[in-house]
C-alpha cells in the first residue's frame, strides 16, 4: 500500500497516472495483526480437534438420545409363500409378486414399525370389542382393503439384475462365488436383541432356496481384527456390543420392533449376498451413544460393510462423531428415514452411504419401473457442510448449502414388500410379513457392495471403502455411466416442499436412483473402467510485448477432447488442437484456465497456464533544465514502454512553485517565477509488468 502526504496530489494524463509530491513518498504494508493469525489457527486447531472427539465425549443430552428402527410393514400376516423357489431357487423370478389384499381387522394400524404383536394385540381387542390405538400414530394407515405387493428374493435379483443364484451343490468357480459376496463381512448394526434370529434366518433360506448359514460363536475375549471371512459359505455370528466399542458377554433385553428390524436387515443382506459372513452387533439399547459403541466395535472387527437401519434427528454434534465413519477398509450405510422429506443421522454423513427408497413395479419379465416412495427421508442437512462430491457436475444436482440426502435408492414401499420371516419369542410359529421402509433398502446396498468388494478381491484390488467420489465423480458425472449403471428415479414425492418431488437425474427422495446391478458391479469391480476426466498439465509461460505469442496446451486423455478459456486476456484463442496463441501481447501476468472436456464421456479437466509478459521496462529521457531568476522557465520529461498502456509516475524534490500537466506519455514541468539555486527533480516509473526506471533531472537558476 503507497501512502502519500496531504501535500501531494494526483494528476491524469492519458495512460499516466502522476503523484507529484514536495517529499519523498512513504511505502508500507499493513494486514492483520499477529494477535487476529494465533486467533485463526487456534480456531483451526479447536476445530480440528471438535471433529476427532471420540464418541464418549458426546453431550449427555446428546449421547442418550434414542434413534429408531426405520422398518414399515403391511397390515396384515401374509399367508406362507408357496415351495417354488425351495426347489428351484429362481423359479418365482419369472412371475409377477405376490398379491395380497389386506383385511380390514388392521384398516387403523400404522405401517411404521408395526410388528407381528402389535397386529395380534389389535385382532384380540377387536375380539374383545375394545377400541384399537393405531401403532405409531404419526404415520398415516394404509387403505384398508387395499391390494400390496410381496416380493421374493428371486424376484427382487431378477428385477434388478443380480447374478442369478448357482443351483443348490453346485461346484462354484472362484468368480461365480465372488459374485455372491464370498470371503467379505457384512456387519449389521442395530439395538435390543432378537433370540430367534438364527431360526428366523434358516426358516427364510429354506423356503427360498438360499444358501445356508453356519451359526459361529464370537469369544467375548476373541483377538481383533477378526480372521478373514470363508470364500467358501456363509457364516453367521450374534456379537453384543458395550458403550466404549468392546464386547459384551450378556444379551441385551428383548424388543419387538427392533428384533423386526434385526430379522429383516439379517435376510435380505443374505439374499443380496449369500456367501457374505454376516455378523450382528445388537447394542444394549438404542442410545446414540451405545449405538456408536456397536460401529466402533465392527471397525475394530476388520475390513467390511457397515449397514445402518435407524436413524435419529440430524443436530449440531453430528459432525464430532464422524470420524466413527473413517475407518480404512469401510464403507458404511444408512438408511435416509421413513417418514417423509427430513434429513437424519448417521445418513447424514458425508462418510455414509444414505439410502433412500422407492416403489417397484416388477411382473417377472422386461424392465422393472419405480417411483419414489411417498415415505422415503431426505433433504439437505442444516449443519453439514456440502462434501465435495455433490459437484455440479452431477445431473440434477446444482448447488446446494449443505450435504443433501438421498445417495442411492432401492425398493423401500411396503406396499410393495419384501417377504420377511417373524418368529416371537418362546413360540415355534413361523409370521410371513411384507416389509419396506429405507431400513429394506439398506441392507441391500451392503450386500451390493460386499459382491463389489468380492470381485475386487479377485483381481487384487482394495476393498471400495468410501464409494461416493465413483458414484458421484465416475458413474453419474459421465452421462453414459449414469444412463447404464443407475435407473434415473424421475416421478414420485415424500412431501410438500420446493425439493420433495422427484426429478431428472439427482434429488433427495432417491439420490442418483436405483442400481442396474450388472452394470454398477462391472464399475465397481473393476472390470469395467469407469472413466476419468482429462487431465491437463499445469504450465508457465512467458513472452514479450511485440512478439507473438504460440504454445501448446499439454493434455492427457484417451478421447478427443473440445478446449476452451477462462480468465484469457483480449485477443488470446485456443485451437482445437489445444494451440495457444496471441498475436499482440500486452505486458503482465495472466492466470489463464484451460479447460478440456472429453467429447465421449463429456468429463472435464483443467489446468492453469500462468502467461508472464515482460518488456524491457519503462525509458525516461529527460534533459537537465536551466533558467533564469523571474522568467518563465520549461522542461519535457519523456517516458517510453512498448506494449504497456497503463504506468504511474511519482515525483520528488520539485521546488516549490513548479507545476506539471501530462499529456500521453509527456510530462511537461513549467516554473513561472524560478528562484535563484540548484535543484534535483527525482523521476520514478513503474509499469504494469512491475519493472520500474528512476532518473535525476538536475535544475539550475542562475540571476541572469
Known amino acids: 500500500m503507497t501512502k502519500i502526504p496531504n501535500r501531494c496530489k494526483s494528476v491524469h494524463g492519458g495512460g499516466l497516472l502522476l503523484a507529484v509530491c514536495a517529499a519523498t513518498l512513504i511505502s508500507g504494508c499493513g494486514g492483520g495483526s499477529e494477535d487476529s493469525l494465533v486467533s485463526t489457527a487456534t480456531a483451526l486447531a479447536s476445530a480440528t480437534t471438535t471433529l476427532q472427539l471420540d464418541m464418549t465425549t458426546l453431550p449427555q443430552a446428546t449421547a442418550d438420545l434414542v434413534a429408531r428402527p426405520l422398518f414399515h410393514t403391511a397390515p396384515d400376516l401374509l399367508s406362507e409363500p408357496d415351495d417354488a423357489d425351495t426347489l428351484s431357487n429362481d423359479s418365482s423370478a419369472h412371475r409377477g409378486p405376490h398379491q395380497h389384499r389386506l383385511s380390514t381387522e388392521f384398516g387403523n394400524l400404522s405401517t411404521r414399525r408395526l410388528t407381528v404383536q402389535s397386529m395380534k394385540a389389535a385382532r384380540q381387542r377387536r375380539a374383545e370389542n375394545a377400541p384399537v390405538p393405531t401403532a405409531d400414530g404419526a404415520a398415516s394407515p394404509m387403505a384398508s382393503a387395499g391390494v400390496i405387493s410381496t416380493y421374493s428374493p428371486a424376484q427382487i435379483r431378477a428385477a434388478y439384475g443380480l447374478p442369478v443364484l448357482p443351483v443348490a451343490g453346485a461346484s462354484l468357480s472362484a468368480t461365480q462365488a465372488a459374485q455372491l459376496g464370498a470371503g467379505q463381512t457384512i456387519y449389521i448394526v442395530d439395538a435390543m436383541h432378537d433370540p430367534n434370529i438364527a431360526a428366523e434366518l434358516s426358516a427364510f433360506n429354506q423356503k427360498f432356496g438360499l444358501l445356508t448359514c453356519t451359526t459361529k460363536a464370537i469369544a467375548v475375549t476373541a483377538s481383533l481384527p477378526l480372521a478373514a471371512a470363508s470364500a467358501s459359505g456363509c457364516e453367521f455370528s450374534v456379537v453384543y456390543n458395550t458403550a466404549s466399542g468392546t464386547m459384551a458377554s450378556a444379551a441385551p433385553a428383548y424388543d419387538a420392533g427392533w428384533a423386526t428390524e434385526i430379522a429383516l436387515d439379517v435376510q435380505w443382506a443374505h439374499a443380496t449376498a449369500p456367501l457374505a459372513r454376516i455378523i450382528l452387533i445388537e447394542a444394549p439399547d438404542a442410545s446414540l451413544n451405545s449405538l456408536l459403541g456397536a460401529i466402533k466395535l465392527a471397525n475394530l472387527m476388520g475390513p467390511g460393510i457397515v449397514s445402518m437401519s435407524f436413524g435419529a434427528p440430524e443436530g449440531d454434534w453430528t459432525a464430532s462423531v464422524d470420524a466413527t465413519f473413517a475407518s480404512a477398509n469401510m464403507t458404511y450405510l444408512a438408511a435416509t428415514g421413513d417418514s417423509g ?187 469395467t473402467a469407469a472413466a476419468t476426466a482429462p487431465v491437463v498439465t499445469p504450465a508457465s509461460i512467458t513472452g514479450k510485448v511485440g512478439t507473438a505469442l504460440s504454445f501448446t496446451v499439454s493434455v492427457t486423455n484417451p478421447n478427443p477432447v473440445t478446449y476452451t478459456l477462462t480468465g484469457a486476456p483480449s485477443g488470446m484463442v485456443i485451437s482445437t488442437a489445444g494451440v495457444v496463441t496471441w498475436a499482440a501481447p500486452v505486458a503482465g501476468t495472466y492466470p489463464v484456465t484451460v479447460i478440456a472436456k472429453d467429447t465421449k464421456t463429456g468429463l472435464s479437466g483443467q489446468g492453469v497456464c500462468t502467461v508472464k509478459i515482460t518488456t524491457a521496462g519503462p525509458v525516461i529521457t529527460a534533459a537537465a533544465m536551466t533558467g533564469v531568476v523571474g522568467k518563465l522557465m520549461t522542461g519535457t520529461i519523456s517516458i517510453a514502454d512498448p506494449g504497456v498502456a497503463t504506468l504511474s509516475a511519482s515525483l520528488s524534490g520539485a521546488p516549490l512553485g513548479m507545476a506539471f500537466s501530462v499529456s500521453g506519455m509527456t510530462i511537461t514541468a513549467n516554473w513561472a517565477s524560478p528562484v535563484l539555486g540548484n535543484y534535483s527533480l527525482k523521476v520514478s516509473v513503474a509499469d504494469s509488468a512491475g519493472l520500474t526506471a528512476q532518473v535525476t533531472v538536475p535544475i539550475t537558476v542562475t540571476a541572469r
Request: with cysteine; proline share 6%.
Open 341 to 527: 422429506a427430513a434429513v437424519s443421522w448417521p445418513a447424514v454423513s458425508p462418510n455414509v452411504v444414505a439410502v433412500g427408497g422407492t416403489t417397484l413395479t416388477y411382473a417377472g419379465t422386461g424392465t422393472r419401473t419405480e417411483v419414489s416412495w411417498s415415505g422415503t427421508g431426505g433433504g439437505t442437512s442444516q449443519y453439514t457442510a456440502t462434501p465435495s462430491y455433490q459437484a455440479n457436475a452431477v445431473p440434477g444436482m446444482g448447488s446446494v448449502a449443505h450435504r443433501t440426502v438421498a445417495d442411492v435408492a432401492f425398493n423401500a414401499d411396503p406396499a410393495s414388500g419384501q417377504y420377511v420371516v417373524v418368529i416371537a419369542p418362546g413360540s415355534a410359529s413361523v409370521n410371513w410379513l411384507s416389509a419396506g421402509g429405507t431400513s429394506l433398502s439398506t441392507p441391500q446396498w451392503a450386500g451390493l457392495i460386499a459382491v463389489a468388494n468380492a470381485s475386487r478381491a479377485l483381481v487384487a484390488k482394495p476393498a471400495l471403502g468410501a464409494p461416493h467420489a465413483v458414484l458421484y465423480g465416475q458413474i453419474a458425472s459421465v452421462p453414459g455411466n449414469y444412463a447404464s449403471v443407475f435407473a434415473d428415479v424421475t416421478k414420485g414425492s415424500d412431501g410438500v416442499c420446493v425439493t420433495c418431488t422427484a426429478k431428472v437425474g439427482y434429488d433427495p427422495l432417491s439420490g442418483l436412483g436405483t442400481p442396474n446391478v450388472t452394470s454398477l458391479l462391472s464399475v465397481l469391480s473393476g472390470a
